[in-house]
């Protein structure tokens, strides 16, 4: 089903594609950033849900192992909006969630897979 | 000044004057060198990062009835047994053979040789080449560090003096033992702790030599060789540190002693797996020279900009830039501003050398004077096909 369209036509709800999962005839998983009106925001999720598309929200997805982060830094030169930088007195690593846009790509960069996603 | 006894002797009534590498250089800031090489008797200088050239020398202890081993996996990691029956060398980046039908995972000599430090249990399966010394075929077994012989660290290439920053110039993603790097020079990667580095520090291996008494990996080792590619005849800047890499060290310890903390298995995604090791040096300060060489800053030490898109033996370089630059997270390449991250933690490197000052301080630790140095003239060999070639006519 071509659901980014229909949001788009159905409810002007703009759908950014951030990653996808999807193959022919099997369930997948879209990571979208939507954007519209708050009350179309809330009827398109009402509708995909009556779909049975289960709708996750996008918060405290990409989880960083303390224990296993040695602090390389590695990860702070893919992550597109510095919501992973070094912290320049220390050198630990620090992990600004809400600049986050879940893009994963410091997932497999991460040398010592202390990086995950728990969608 | 002061000898490398009378330094020992001091730190055996626990009053030797320790500072990290990093104190040593605000001190020098504040007070200059002669007063701090009057206040100082030793200096600390670590590093973590991954180190490739790495691995563990095992030796198992005999069946009954013994075996020669001829293959050998650890964990499904083979392990190198062309030597004594028993004896293995596993390797930091050789990668685990899948079994049939099994997912390929992301692991490697490096995880085995941690997991076994962390007192893990692993998986042991041989084949031996069957003779009347030896006449068993197979063995299967679970092993620990502590039932097998020996578990020592001997790596050939470590501690190297500089690297360099990989950056990619193609246009398309590049998959490399610097980890990822996007096309069109969208990030840069560098590797070396800078102004924490041991050898650049010592850039003469003036006090470094084989058998000075290191930090390896959260036990007690020793420098044991020079490394393979060492390179001392590298292009140098005035204050002698190379502007690209140079020295290398051969490294040897007690893997028993060790702590997974200090040695982490790790993997590069389409490049495969590697160990990081934290190495920690200390300089004893016999003369104000030593103290001028550790007052180094990362301002003063740089590194080449290469070009990774091009897959050769010499690779194309974007020039020279600072070890100050390099951890601000920014450099500029053809006037474009790139992200860069170390690979070394920067972090974990400091914690080496506070965790030697304080093995130091509390007497646990004293300085091995060299036995021989390090040698100052190596060539730097390229190896290139030799005898019958192909000629088109």
Redesign the interface.
Known sequence: MPVTYRLAKDFNVAANIIRAQVAPNQIGKLVVELSGDIDQLDAAIEWMRSLHITVSQSVAEIAINQDIC?????????CPTEAL??D?E???LSFTRSRCIVCE?CI??C???AISINL | MRTIAEINEKIARQSAVVLTVEELKARVAEVGVSQAAKEVDVITTGT???MESSGAIINLGHTDPPIKIRRCWLDGVPAYSGFGAVDLYLGATQAVEAIDGEEVR?KGGGHVISDLIAGLPIQLRALGQVTDCYPRATFETTITRDTINQFYLFNPRNLYQNFIVGVNGGDRPLHTYL??L?PRLA???YSNPGALSPLLNDPNLQLIGIGTRIFLGGGIGYVAWEGTQHFPLQKRLPNDTPIGPAATLALIGDAKQMDARWV??????SYGP?L?IGVGVPLPVINEEVVARCAVQDNDLVAPIVDFSIPRRVRPTFGLVSYAQL???RIAIEGKPV??????????S?QVTIALKQWIEAGKFTLAKPVAPIPKERSFLPQDIWGAQVVLE
């Not at chain 1, 040695?70 to 893919?78: F, I, P, S």
């Not at chain 2, 982490?264 to 995604?269: A, E, V």
């Not at chain 2, 992200?339 to 974990?348: G, K, M, N, Q, Y």
């Open positions: 040695v602090d390389c830094g590695l990860c702070t030169g893919v930088t070094l320049p220390t050198y630990r790509q497999p960069t040398p010592v897979e | 973590f990062e991954p992301e980890g990822p996007q990030n840069a990667v982490r298995g790790c993997y590069f995604k590697s990081m951890k601000s997270g992200r860069v991250a170390p690979l070394a933690s920067l972090f974990l400091r």
